[in-house]
């Protein structure tokens, strides 16, 4: 099994190396998937090596002129490796995750945490979630008067 991530956090990587326009110092990805492969997602950020600025991925095809169909089918493909990364623990007899957080630097240093009960214990919807991890993983703040902006507002409110 150890393997076999080995090889499937690699592909990961490089998939998500290969969707990033410019040159980058940081990537932060959150990939869910929810109890019996009901439904999952994937989304990464990362920082620019020159402005500093983070980039959500979902922006990638207006910020940098890329097509949004190549983009979707690129995303299509990152679902597929995260599916096989779930797989890898199902047919392994290991608890399931449900959401999987992957740091990666210019470096090649990786982090990766597996969360448990983060989608089944909570009322929050994908995007909620996703607003809440980057917060908490690398202190991401939506823009000023944005919805996503109130959802952390309102989840830093209820937090205190």
Known sequence: MEQQLATLYNKLADKIISMIPVKWNKIYYLGEVEKGKLSWS??????EINSKEIVKSHGI????NVSEKIYDELL???DVILIEIYDCFIKNNQEPWEQLSFELDMAGKFKIDYLYNKISNTE???LQR??????????FKPK???YTRKILEKYIANKK
């Open 42 to 47: 994937s989304v990464f950020y990362f920082e």
């Open 61 to 64: 095809p207006e910020k940098y």
């Open 76 to 78: 299509d493909e990152l």
């Open 124 to 126: 929050d919807d994908q």
């Open 130 to 139: 996703e607003i809440i991890w980057a917060y908490e993983t690398f202190d």
């Open 144 to 146: 000023e008067g944005s």
